[in-house]
């Protein structure tokens, strides 16, 4: 079945510092990618997803690259915001549903 | 306008008394996900809906169950709720399978005394 591993687990940067998160994955025929941001007690919520027909998605500050042939998909986000300190999860869809990473916690500090 | 609506937000149960946790949205999905999250880790598909069609995953213990009475509502049952059980339950909706976005609810926290 798919897995997906995701590094690092925790990730402490300055405030308007980047923050890089990266996930593998291992079933070629998975084709969409979505990064979660799940804050303390809050639902997770979808902050940009990409498909496997582009390379590059960016949403102002964040920004989602693919890599297919090494299946490596990884989140991008800079000037970071003490806002921005939360668990983030990548997933990578399977059959009909989909695998999540085991999430990285990002802190941000001011 | 809240979407996916998950009722209680909190919930406390005695270890083996039966608990019904309830999800409903306005998205008009045909797809309804419920997933189990305990403290640091990622959420666990539990099973989902398509439509009327139900499909539990392989590891899913029988102590959990599952119903959607019409597209907007899906039950989470608990039939004899262990210690092992108290997690964080989110239910999610999405379109259709195979690579569409999945919205969650806030999601309803398990307490089993």
């Known amino acids: 079945g798919e897995n997906v591993e995701q590094h690092p687990s925790t990730l402490s940067v300055q405030e308007g510092d980047s923050a890089v998160i990266k996930c593998t994955y291992s079933?070629?025929?998975?084709?969409?990618f979505p990064w979660y941001k799940q804050e303390l007690g809050k639902r997770p919520q979808l902050i940009i997803d990409?498909?496997?027909?582009?390379g590059e998605k960016k949403d102002q500050r964040i920004a989602v690259t693919l890599n297919k042939t090494a299946k490596h998909f990884s989140l991008h986000i800079t000037e970071t915001q003490p806002e921005d300190s939360a668990v983030y999860f990548c997933a990578a869809n399977y059959g009909q549903n989909f695998v999540f990473g085991p999430g990285t916690r990002l802190s941000v500090l001011p | 306008d809240a979407m996916v609506i998950q009722n209680p937000r909190y919930q406390v149960t005695q270890f083996g008394k039966p608990v019904t946790l309830s999800c409903s949205q306005t998205l008009n999905h045909n797809v309804m996900y419920w997933y189990q999250q305990k403290s640091s880790q990622a959420p666990k598909l539990l099973f989902h809906?398509?439509?009327?069609?139900?499909?539990n995953e392989a590891d899913t213990p029988d102590n959990f169950q599952s119903r959607r009475p019409n597209t907007s509502f899906c039950f989470l049952d608990i039939r004899s709720p262990g210690l092992g059980d108290a997690a964080m339950y989110l239910c999610?909706?999405?379109?259709?399978?195979?690579?569409?976005?999945?919205?969650f609810g806030p999601g309803t926290r398990l307490l089993v005394l």
């Open positions: 990409i498909r496997s027909n582009v």
């Open positions: 809906y398509y439509d009327k069609d139900f499909n």
């Open positions: 999610a909706t999405s379109r259709d399978l195979a690579g569409e976005t999945q919205y």
């Open positions: 079933d070629s025929a998975s084709n969409y």
